[in-house]
């Protein structure tokens, strides 16, 4: 597997973050209740599974072949450590009394079904764990995508473009028989992962397009175009989740990376902006905890209010990415390594070989990051 650094994704990943912690800070200052559904916040999150469908994909296919154990394995001690730390934190204060949390909700955070159950619980539980909805979208792709890439290898890319649409179809579906029964869509609708998968998919279907047209995206300014278009999907159906911005974001993404020379490309290499990237995961987990809107109970006191809340929020991603981010990822990346998948004697394996991620990078080392 390649473990070259692709320029420009940290750089899209601390625009996400940044997008998602300004809009739950508006909320908690301002004390306005559209803070929690504006238009940036959504972009975070659909910035997060475009990179994930885009990302994911590109090391897969990177593999010859394609070995799912060492994929989970990553995954596992990627994802895991950081997200369990945070409800065992969690789980303590809400033990003490010290914040609302119910055991069902805690359950379904740890595992990765958040996304289906009630975002807002009575005596206002549910928030301090609502977050992990994005997350089990994730983690739902993450089964499912990989076995069938590894299946589908030399079909892939129609495969990919197959789902994204009929997920987008289905959630036409949903969308027309809430309407038809109820007069509105339920609460948990934007939140599922049969609604939100093509997000993840398009990202899918870019990274495996990406290395026959990576030329023709280094030749022009695609991702302008993109942001042009985005606008005006947003200008036309705002939060609302749609085919078009799935698509265009990680069009959007594929096209810095093809020109990481760009303003726009060396704008999101510059070192501070690589760093948020790198600690976006941990502020995406703990940033839930201390920035709560202005109208829920503050149980924490000062320490959920501005500008405190913010060096809480910076203090706590800061130490769970030195103490436990980068050392389990370094121990997921050495067992990976070790994993050896079982050879059985007769077999023959001939797998479709792709060619690897094409990286322009003007200048730089050989280093990667997983999201």
Request: hydrophobic share 50%.
């Amino acid at each position: 597997m390649s473990e070259r650094y692709i320029p420009t994704l940290d750089g899209w990943r601390a625009v996400a973050i940044l997008l998602v912690i300004g809009d739950h800070l508006f909320a908690s200052v301002t004390g306005s209740p559209s803070g929690r559904t504006t238009l940036p916040g959504q972009l975070g999150v659909n910035i997060f599974f475009g990179l994930s469908g885009f990302l994911i994909t590109s090391r897969l296919l990177a593999e010859q072949p394609i070995s799912l154990g060492r994929f989970y394995i990553r995954r596992a001690f990627r994802i895991l450590p950081p997200a369990l730390t945070y409800l065992a934190v969690l789980g303590a204060l809400g033990s003490l009394g010290l914040i609302p949390l119910y055991p069902r909700e805690l359950l379904a955070a740890a595992c990765f079904f958040r996304n289906y159950v009630p975002p807002n619980l009575p005596l206002g539980g549910g928030f301090y764990t609502w977050h992990f909805w994005s997350l089990a979208i994730e983690e739902h792709f993450y089964l499912f995508w990989p076995p069938l890439l590894k299946r589908v290898r030399g079909t892939a890319l129609p495969v990919a473009i197959a789902i994204a649409i009929l997920g987008a179809t289905w959630r036409m579906i949903e969308l027309l028989r809430e309407g038809h029964l109820y007069g509105h869509t339920l609460v948990g609708f934007p939140w599922r992962t049969d609604i939100r998968i093509d997000a993840l998919m398009c990202g899918a279907a870019v990274a495996i397009a990406y290395p026959r047209v990576h030329t023709w995206l280094a030749r022009r300014s695609v991702w302008l175009l993109a942001v042009l278009l985005y606008a005006l999907v947003a200008v036309r159906y705002g939060v609302r989740p749609t085919i078009w911005q799935s698509a265009l974001i990680p069009i959007l993404i594929a096209g810095t990376v093809a020109r990481p020379g760009d303003a726009v490309g060396r704008l999101l290499d510059l070192a501070p902006v690589r760093w948020i990237g790198r600690l976006s995961y941990s502020l995406y987990l703990w940033q839930q905890l201390w920035l709560p809107p202005s109208w829920f109970p503050h149980t924490l006191g000062v320490a959920q209010t501005w500008p405190l809340n913010i060096l809480c929020v910076l203090a706590c991603a800061t130490a769970s990415y030195f103490f436990l981010e980068r050392p389990s990822i370094r121990l997921g990346q050495r067992l990976a390594r070790a994993y050896e998948v079982p050879v059985t004697v007769g077999a023959i394996d001939a797998p479709d070989r792709r060619p690897e991620l094409v990286i322009a990078r003007p200048s730089g080392g050989i280093r990667g990051t997983l999201p």
